[in-house]
Each structure stands twice: as C-alpha cells, then as structure tokens.
C-alpha cells in the first residue's frame, strides 16, 4: 500500500505477542459527568519467566495523568516515556504491580467513544480501541484478564451503577454518594469491558438454562419506554433457547444486562453480560416501530448474545481476525432469524444486502478480502465484507460439511480455545480436524478479496441424451490485489424440464439417476460436468441457494427465466431469476432512454409478475420479495459507465408501466390483504402486510394511489402501514403528503426514535430539491448533528439512498455532503468515515459527476488535522 494521507498503516504480519500476562485488572471509578476519576491496579507477569526485566507498554488517549507508582514507587516523569498515545516504562521486574490514576472528561466526549454522556447517564463504547479513553492499558484483544469494577457516585443522580459480571457488594458513603461492586470472574480483553450509570428504569424477567441455572434478564431504558421493551426481552429469551438446541451453547452467568442508549455509533456492542444497545434495537411498540424494525431488533439481541461464545469466550487474537467473530455471528443471527421467521424470506433478503452493500465495496476502493492484511483506522473495517461477506464464508463451511459437521467442528473450536484469542487459522483448523478434511484451499477466502465471476456454458446433444455443464470462474483484479487464485465453490443447483419438473440428475461415472438438487464442489478455475441420460433440453438452475458468494453469467431467455420464476424448487432461484428478469427489463429502457427512443414494457416481464400476483400457494412474503424491482445503485452496479437519470427513469417508467397493466390484481390483491383485522406481531401478519405495502406501492403509479394511501393513512393501527401510506404519498408528489408529514411531526415531535422515519422519509424524496430540505431539516429542533441516528436518518440516507438527489448534474448534493463530512469529522470521526464513505464509487460515473465528486474528495482530503478514520476513506478513493 502506498503512503497517502492516511498516516500510519498497521500490517497483519507485523503482529507479536504481548511480552506480559496481566493476572487481574481492579478498576475503581469515581463518576462525574464533567470528570470521572479513574484508579486503575494491575498484575504483570513477565511470560518469558521471573528473574528478567521487560518494558511495559501501555495504550491511553485524551487522558489526564494523575499518579503512576510501579510496585509501590511513585513514578516520576524521567520513569516513563509518554509518545503517540504510548506510556512505556523501561525494565520493568517480571512480576510487577502497576498503579495508576487519571481524569476523563465524558461530558466533553463526542466521538462516542470511550465513557460518554447520552441524555442523563454516563455510559462506555470500548471495541474496538476505546478502552485506551478511560484508563493505560494494553488494549488490544489478545490480552485477557479478570477484572473487579467499583464505581462511586452520587446516589440521586446515578441510582444504577453497572459493569460486567457479579454484583459482588454495595455500600453507601457519606454526602448522598453510594458505591457497587462487579466482579467479572471470565478473563477477557478490554474492548468486551463496559459500565453504565445513571438513573434508569428496569424490565426484568427470567431464564432458566438446560443445566438449571438461573439466569435474570434485566432490560434498562430510560422512564417513558418502558412500555417498549417487550419484544427485545421476547427475543432475547428465544435467543438462549434458541442456542442450547441448535448450538448446544448455554449461558455462563447468573445476570444479562441490556442498556438502551439514543447515541450509539452502531447497532449495538456485545460486552460480557452488559449489552449496550443503540435503542433503534431495544424499542418497539406496534405503533412506533415497523415490522422491518422488528425483525431488526430480533436480529441484533441474537446477535450480542450469541457473541457471547463466539466473541467473548473465544475471542480474536488481533483485529485483522474481525471475521472470525463478526462473520461466525452474523451466521448464527441469520440462522437464528431464519428458524424463528420464514427462512426462504431471511435468506433472500440477506442475499439481496449482500449484493447491494457488498460486491460493490469489493469492486471500488475500499476493496479488502474479509480478513485484511492492513488498515491505518480499524473503525474503517467494520464493514459489509468482513460481516456479510464473512458470513457467507462459514455458510460454505456449512454447505459443504453439513449441519452435523459444522457443529462438530464448532465443538472442536470450543474445546480447544475456550479462554482464548486465536484466528480465523485456528477456526479453519477445528473445522477440518474435526471432519477430517483438507480446508487449506478453502482458506483462500480468507485472503483473496473481490467478487468471482462464474460463467457457465451449455451444452445438450438430444442424440446422446447428455448435458454438458461448463463453469469457469474469474476474480477480476482489485483496487488492493492484482494476483488472483481459483477458489472453492460449493455447486448447488438442478435442471428443470420444460414443463418446471426437476430432472433426475445422474453423472457420467454413476450407476442411477437421483432425483432433486445436487452438491458440487469447484475447485479449479474451469470445471465440466456431463450428465446422462437427460431427456429433454433442461433449463439450469444454478447455484440454488446462493451456494456460492459469485456473479453467476448465464444467458438466460426470458422464457428460461420464466420457468424458473413459476416452478424452481429452489426459493433463491426463483427470486433470482425475476430479479434478472426486471433488471433486463429496466436497462434495456433505460438504453432506450439514453437514445431519446420511447421506452416500452417487456410482455414476459408482465407474464411472470401475473404469475406472482396469482399465486395461492407460496408465502405472501415471498411473493413481495418477488415483485421488488432491483434497486437503483444495483442497477447502476451492472453498467460500466452508471447512468443516474437513465436508470431513474427507467425504473420508473417500469414501475409505472407493470401497476397499469397489472392495476386490477394489485387491487385485487391488495384488498384481500387490507382486510381490515387488528394489527399482530405473527409472521403470517407481516409477510400480509409486506404484501399489501409492495401492492400500495404500485398503486401509488397509478389513479387509485392516492384514494387508497390516503385511506390506508387514516386507519393504520400500526407504523408499518401508516410509514407505507406516507412514504406513498411522498413520492407520488401527493399534496396531501405535506399534511400527512405535518400531522406526523405534532404527533411524534418528542419521540427521537420515530422522528428519525420522518426524517428519512424527507430526505429519500428523489430529485434535486431534496438538497435544500435536507439542509432545511438540519435547523428542525428534533435534529442534532451530535447524533448518529440523526445523521444516518437525514444525512445518510440522502446520500446513499437518494440517487437523483445526491448525484444532482450540479454538484449541489455532492457539495452538500462534503461539508457535512468535514463539519462530522471534527465531532465524530467514526461516523465521517461512513459518510465519507457516500464518495467511493465516484469514478464510475460520467465525466462531469466524476469531477465534481473527485473536487470534493479533494477538498475534504485538504482539511487540516483530518482524523484518521476519514483520511483513510479518502485517500483510498482519491488514489
Ligand atoms: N461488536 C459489534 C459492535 C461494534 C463494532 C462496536 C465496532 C464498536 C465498533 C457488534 O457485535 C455488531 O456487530 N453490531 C452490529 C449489528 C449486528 C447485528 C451485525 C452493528 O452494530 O451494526
Ligand atoms: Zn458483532
């Protein structure tokens, strides 16, 4: 990598042990919101033996240093050595106390980042370096101690005082100040370490695990939402259940702590037995909170909570091992979420942010394999590749060595680290020891980045009766990696007849035919397969299942697609194929569009989506999957050279297009659906409600939308249909929509969470007026730069989801945004970066747009002590 702006760049195979064992951390604060007081104790032991002497080596940022003794003696400056955020003591003896003392300033704290003030109560954000905000410490996961927390405060202002582990005593001290005691007895590293205290309000229930034990769940909000924690506690107790039957993992401590907090950089962090959530993932009320919001929130306390083995019991050695953690556990939320909900509906929408979020940040210039081999901020890799992409990794491990292998394997895993910070290595070892296998050609996923492509060809002789399949797989060079190898690809797939029945499929050297779907493994760059024996031209379907991360070129005739969208077996497949389909459709139009020829409707396109309006028997869910068009920014993935207006206009006339022809199933499907019964929180509900709003949404395009919006509006019972109502009068240019968001504002104007709806659904209006309400917006007393979900919701969502108003021809929104990047980075570097983040597909647009885009990368790059985190976004897009 080359030297940018970025600063200092840490590599993976620079990394060496600790020199010391740390036996036991004590920690004692004395809590303050303008200062807090930390006194900090540990144990070192040299690992090289006694007699030695060593240097210790310790992190801290932003600390005031009080006192610093070593085994009793008072350091003195000449003693250690303060550099880059670095305190070193030189020849330290092999067995030494280390005593220190300093102040923080949480109040002043808006990076949100170490201890930081949110509404009334202090709270702490430590993965993946904030730790070294609150006390000198090795902060870096590889090292693992027990740690006792005291914390000191005044009784009335801080009323619950909370750390992880055991509540081991209390006691109360003079001037109305209190004290508690935690006692955490599972060594762990410092990013997992958290504390919470403030006066906050308790949901509690219980859990009692497989082997008995007891186990208190305690939700904490602030007062007014307590009437909101329901289902995150009705899913944190599927969860536990959920885990000791699939992943025979119970639960280790006697108490679970969740806290929900307004300012979060993220979704929310998994420290032992004290969870802290963004409360986007704690809070739902049916009227509040959308179905989306929560299946989210079922997602994410599955997910914090399934960290707790494949995070915290095992834990990384390095950040470079991000993966092994993120994308294991990502693997479990989406396996959970699939065994609680319909997993055909889980998959397809987890397959669908892949290729949205992910293929694009694989092909651009931030493009890294899942387990990086550099970064100069690790916040800049909290990323769709390392989780989504990470995910699908062990999915493949899953794939190919079934259900039963995999959970050997993760036995294996357990028994050998449980206690320790090991690698994604360590994690491909266990699962090939314990079934036996070679894995080490698998593990070219760990280090190869980019998307590989599979062609594949065919071939059928009717004289012979045999089919021939051809795959060829490619990894085009990427921005960080010219070389690029064959990988593994698990084959999943089948061949249909031309009336959609499923082939009997009988390779060259077998004795029989098998009936349904067939495994095969790619290892090679090329690879041909024959069957025998097959009596009719099949139509392929490929890769059933997502059974691979690739792009799969095959050219499909629309009646091929057809077949597949009515009678695949496969739920994918079926997706799939009428996502093609549509985005046939949409660039074929959007070429017309480009040479100023009318622009028309593909018939088959209108055949198949008759198909899936009629269909009696699938999952409601299913089918509004099916009639969702491809995305804007997916469908601009897909040109060489992205045609903003083109593609708009193109998608649009579509839409447009399919709700006149279709108008009367819409309607008629619509209305089935609209039945007028009270609101539930049942799957079957929501995949009717998801139906009925993707039905709304087309007859938004036509002249019943706005009577039946309007209509849905007024006797919504639930935020899922009144936000689809709105959202449908907005962008049909409805005059009733300002009315509907005015009377939506003096509704909700004091609840933070549902004001971020209003705020999105403003700034997602496409166009290039939307500019001037989202700055507007930014004066609206709800709004508050300090805020992640504030930025996300007006300021993210402008930029990464309004693709007409953001890439306006005159760089207005562009603009925009770069002064938001820069005005963020001084607040907030880990939420710049993201938004930063908006540029990075910038050379992939025409001349004019790449100028004015690069002009803002240029200038954002010019700013004067810029952070880390967005140097490095920049720089990357900017070389
Ligand atoms: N450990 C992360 C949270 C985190 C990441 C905190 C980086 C600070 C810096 C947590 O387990 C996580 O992955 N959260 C996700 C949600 C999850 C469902 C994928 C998040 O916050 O987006
Ligand atoms: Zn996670």
Same mark, same amino acid.
């Given at each position: 990598? &080359?030297?940018? #702006?970025?600063?200092?760049?840490?590599?993976?195979?620079?990394?060496?042990?600790?020199?010391?064992?740390?036996?036991? !951390?004590?920690?004692?604060?004395?809590?303050?919101?303008?200062?807090?007081?930390?006194?900090?104790?540990?144990?070192?032991?040299?690992?090289?033996?006694?007699?030695?002497?060593?240097?210790? %080596?310790?992190?801290?940022?932003?600390?005031?240093?009080?006192? #610093?003794?070593?085994?009793?003696?008072?350091?003195?400056?000449?003693?250690?050595?303060?550099?880059?955020?670095?305190?070193?003591?030189?020849?330290?003896?092999?067995?030494? /106390?280390?005593?220190?003392? %300093?102040?923080?300033?949480?109040?002043?704290?808006?990076?949100?980042?170490?201890?930081?003030?949110?509404?009334?109560?202090?709270?702490?954000?430590?993965?993946?370096?904030?730790?070294?905000?609150?006390?000198?410490?090795?902060?870096?996961?590889?090292?693992?101690? $027990?740690?006792?927390?005291?914390?000191?405060?005044?009784?009335?202002?801080?009323? %619950?005082?909370?750390?992880?582990?055991?509540?081991?005593?209390?006691?109360?001290?003079?001037?109305?100040?209190?004290?508690?005691?935690?006692?955490?007895?599972?060594?762990?590293?410092?990013?997992?370490?958290?504390?919470?205290?403030?006066?906050?309000?308790?949901?509690?229930?219980?859990?009692?695990?497989?082997?008995?034990?007891?186990?208190?769940?305690?939700?904490?909000?602030?007062?007014?939402?307590?009437?909101?924690?329901?289902?995150?506690?009705?899913?944190?107790?599927?969860?536990?259940?959920?885990?000791?039957?699939?992943?025979?993992?119970?639960?280790?401590?006697?108490?679970?702590? #969740?806290?929900?907090?307004?300012?979060?950089?993220?979704?929310?962090?998994?420290?032992?037995?004290?969870?802290?959530?963004?409360?986007?993932?704690?809070?739902?009320?049916?009227?509040? *909170?959308?179905?989306?919001? @929560?299946?989210?929130?079922?997602? +994410? /306390?599955?997910?914090?909570?399934?960290?707790?083995?494949?995070?915290?019991?095992?834990?990384?050695?390095?950040?470079?091992?991000?993966?092994?953690?993120?994308?294991?556990?990502?693997?479990?939320?989406?396996?959970?979420?699939?065994?609680?909900?319909?997993?055909?509906?889980?998959?397809?929408?987890?397959?669908?942010?892949?290729?949205?979020?992910?293929?694009?940040?694989?092909?651009?210039?931030?493009?890294?394999?899942?387990?990086?081999?550099?970064?100069?901020?690790?916040?800049?890799?909290?990323?769709?590749? +390392?989780?989504?992409?990470?995910?699908?990794?062990?999915?493949?491990?899953?794939?190919?060595?079934?259900?039963?292998? @995999?959970?050997?394997?993760?036995?294996?895993?357990?028994?050998?680290?449980?206690?320790?910070?090991?690698?994604?290595?360590?994690?491909?070892?266990?699962?090939?020891?314990?079934?036996?296998?070679?894995?080490?050609?698998?593990?070219?996923?760990?280090?190869?980045?980019?998307?590989?492509?599979?062609?594949?060809?065919?071939?059928?002789?009717?004289? $012979?009766? $045999?089919?021939?399949?051809?795959?060829?797989?490619?990894?085009?060079?990427?921005?960080?990696?010219?070389?690029?190898?064959?990988?593994?690809?698990?084959?999943?797939?089948?061949?249909?007849?031309?009336?959609?029945?499923?082939?009997?499929?009988?390779?060259?050297?077998?004795?029989?035919?098998?009936?349904?779907?067939?495994?095969?493994?790619?290892?090679?760059?090329?690879?041909?397969?024959?069957?025998?024996?097959?009596?009719?031209?099949?139509?392929?379907?490929?890769?059933?299942?997502?059974?691979?991360?690739? &792009?799969?070129?095959?050219?499909?005739?629309?009646?091929?697609?057809? /077949?597949?969208?009515?009678?695949?077996?496969?739920?994918?497949?079926?997706?799939?194929?009428?996502?093609?389909?549509?985005?046939?459709?949409? !660039?074929?139009?959007? &070429?017309?569009?480009?040479?100023?020829?009318?622009?028309?409707?593909?018939?088959?396109?209108?055949?198949?989506?008759?198909?899936?309006?009629?269909?009696?028997?699938?999952?409601?869910?299913?089918?509004?999957? *099916?009639?969702?068009?491809?995305?804007?920014?997916?469908?601009?993935?897909?040109?060489?050279?992205?045609?903003?207006?083109?593609?708009?206009?193109?998608?649009?006339?579509?839409? &447009?297009?399919? *709700?006149?022809?279709?108008?009367?199933?819409?309607?008629?499907?619509?209305?089935?659906?609209?039945?007028?019964?009270?609101?539930?929180?049942?799957?079957?509900?929501?995949?009717?409600?998801?139906?009925?709003?993707?039905?709304?949404?087309?007859?938004?395009?036509?002249?019943?939308?706005?009577?039946? *919006?309007?209509?849905?509006?007024?006797?919504?019972?639930?935020?899922?249909?009144?936000?689809?109502?709105?959202?449908?009068?907005?962008?049909?240019?409805?005059? %009733?929509?300002?009315?509907?968001?005015?009377?939506?504002?003096?509704?909700?104007?004091?609840?933070?969470?549902?004001?971020?709806?209003?705020?999105?659904?403003?700034?997602?209006?496409p166009g290039r007026e939307t500019v001037d309400r989202v700055r507007k917006l930014m004066d609206h007393p709800a709004?508050? #730069?300090?805020?992640?979900?504030?930025?996300?919701? !007006?300021?993210?969502?402008?930029?990464?989801?309004?693709?007409?108003?953001?890439?306006?021809?005159?760089?207005?929104?562009?603009?925009?945004?770069?002064?938001?990047?820069?005005?963020?980075?001084?607040?907030?570097?880990? /939420?710049?970066?993201?938004?930063?983040?908006?540029?990075?597909?910038?050379?992939?647009?025409?001349?004019?747009?790449?100028?004015?885009?690069?002009?803002?990368?240029?200038?954002?790059?010019?700013?004067?002590?810029?952070?880390?985190?967005?140097?490095?976004?920049v720089g990357n897009a900017l070389q």
């Amino acid at each position: 990598m &080359k030297e940018g #702006i970025a600063g200092k760049v840490i590599y993976r195979k620079d990394y060496t042990t600790y020199p010391w064992d740390i036996k036991q !951390l004590d920690l004692h604060f004395d809590i303050g919101i303008e200062t807090t007081t930390v006194r900090a104790q540990m144990e070192f032991s040299l690992k090289q033996g006694p007699g030695t002497r060593q240097s210790i %080596v310790l992190n801290g940022s932003d600390l005031q240093l009080l006192s #610093i003794s070593l085994n009793g003696q008072e350091l003195t400056e000449e003693d250690y050595i303060v550099e880059a955020e670095k305190l070193t003591i030189p020849d330290a003896p092999s067995s030494s /106390i280390l005593k220190t003392e %300093v102040k923080i300033h949480p109040s002043q704290n808006s990076a949100l980042e170490g201890v930081y003030l949110s509404g009334e109560f202090l709270l702490t954000q430590c993965e993946a370096e904030g730790f070294r905000k609150i006390t000198w410490f090795p902060d870096r996961p590889d090292v693992m101690t $027990t740690y006792t927390v005291t914390l000191e405060a005044d009784q009335s202002a801080f009323p %619950v005082l909370l750390s992880n582990g055991n509540e081991l005593d209390r006691g109360e001290l003079a001037g109305g100040r209190h004290w508690v005691k935690w006692d955490d007895p599972f060594p762990k590293p410092s990013y997992l370490f958290a504390l919470v205290a403030g006066d906050l309000a308790l949901v509690e229930d219980h859990f009692t695990t497989r082997s008995g034990r007891e186990v208190s769940l305690r939700i904490y909000v602030e007062e007014e939402n307590l009437d909101r924690c329901e289902h995150a506690m009705e899913s944190l107790i599927n969860a536990m259940r959920w885990d000791e039957e699939r992943f025979d993992l119970e639960y280790d401590l006697n108490v679970y702590h #969740i806290v929900a907090t307004n300012d979060f950089n993220m979704g929310a962090m998994e420290n032992k037995s004290l969870n802290i959530f963004n409360s986007k993932y704690v809070l739902a009320r049916p009227d509040t *909170a959308t179905d989306v919001d @929560f299946q989210g929130i079922e997602g +994410v /306390i599955g997910h914090e909570y399934f960290h707790n083995w494949t995070g915290n019991r095992v834990t990384c050695q390095d950040w470079f091992q991000l993966t092994l953690k993120e994308g294991l556990t990502v693997f479990r939320d989406e396996e959970f979420s699939a065994d609680m909900q319909s997993r055909a509906v889980k998959r397809i929408r987890d397959i669908r942010d892949l290729r949205s979020r992910q293929y694009p940040e694989d092909d651009g210039p931030m493009s890294h394999p899942i387990r990086p081999d550099h970064y100069s901020a690790i916040n800049n890799f909290y990323t769709a590749t +390392v989780y989504q992409k990470g995910a699908t990794i062990i999915r493949m491990y899953h794939t190919l060595l079934g259900e039963d292998g @995999f959970q050997k394997g993760m036995k294996l895993y357990f028994e050998r680290h449980d206690g320790q910070a090991v690698t994604c290595d360590d994690f491909l070892k266990a699962m090939a020891d314990a079934n036996d296998v070679n894995l080490d050609r698998f593990g070219r996923w760990y280090s190869q980045s980019g998307t590989p492509q599979v062609k594949v060809t065919d071939h059928y002789d009717a004289a $012979t009766l $045999t089919y021939t399949l051809n795959l060829c797989q490619h990894t085009a060079p990427t921005h960080d990696q010219q070389e690029k190898q064959a990988l593994v690809l698990p084959f999943a797939f089948g061949l249909l007849a031309d009336d959609g029945q499923e082939l009997p499929l009988q390779l060259e050297n077998e004795a029989a035919g098998k009936p349904g779907a067939r495994l095969l493994i790619m290892e090679e760059e090329q690879q041909q397969f024959t069957f025998i024996n097959i009596s009719e031209k099949p139509v392929p379907s490929l890769f059933r299942d997502f059974s691979a991360p690739v &792009k799969v070129i095959y050219d499909y005739s629309q009646q091929q697609l057809a /077949i597949l969208i009515a009678h695949d077996t496969d739920a994918f497949v079926r997706w799939d194929a009428a996502q093609r389909m549509a985005e046939t459709a949409i !660039l074929e139009q959007r &070429k017309n569009h480009s040479e100023n020829t009318p622009m028309s409707l593909d018939p088959s396109l209108v055949k198949a989506f008759r198909g899936v309006l009629s269909d009696r028997q699938a999952d409601p869910a299913l089918l509004s999957e *099916a009639l969702i068009l491809p995305d804007e920014d997916y469908l601009a993935e897909q040109m060489d050279v992205v045609d903003v207006d083109g593609i708009h206009a193109a998608r649009c006339f579509v839409k &447009k297009a399919l *709700a006149n022809e279709l108008m009367e199933l819409f309607k008629q499907r619509y209305a089935e659906y609209n039945d007028g019964q009270p609101y539930q929180k049942s799957a079957q509900s929501m995949a009717r409600r998801s139906m009925k709003n993707v039905c709304l949404s087309y007859l938004q395009e036509t002249e019943v939308g706005e009577s039946l *919006a309007s209509a849905q509006l007024s006797s919504s019972d639930n935020m899922t249909d009144t936000l689809a109502a709105i959202r449908n009068l907005i962008f049909m240019g409805s005059p %009733v929509a300002e009315t509907a968001l005015a009377d939506f504002e003096s509704s909700w104007m004091d609840d933070v969470l549902v004001m971020d709806k209003w705020f999105i659904m403003q700034a997602i209006k496409p166009g290039r007026e939307t500019v001037d309400r989202v700055r507007k917006l930014m004066d609206h007393p709800a709004f508050s #730069i300090q805020n992640p979900n504030k930025v996300r919701a !007006l300021i993210g969502v402008f930029a990464m989801l309004n693709t007409t108003g953001f890439h306006a021809d005159d760089g207005s929104g562009y603009e925009f945004h770069a002064d938001r990047v820069i005005e963020l980075d001084g607040l907030n570097p880990q /939420i710049a970066a993201r938004m930063a983040s908006a540029f990075n597909r910038w050379k992939r647009y025409d001349e004019n747009r790449k100028a004015l885009m690069q002009n803002q990368l240029q200038r954002i790059a010019s700013v004067e002590g810029l952070s880390a985190d967005v140097a490095e976004i920049v720089g990357n897009a900017l070389q």
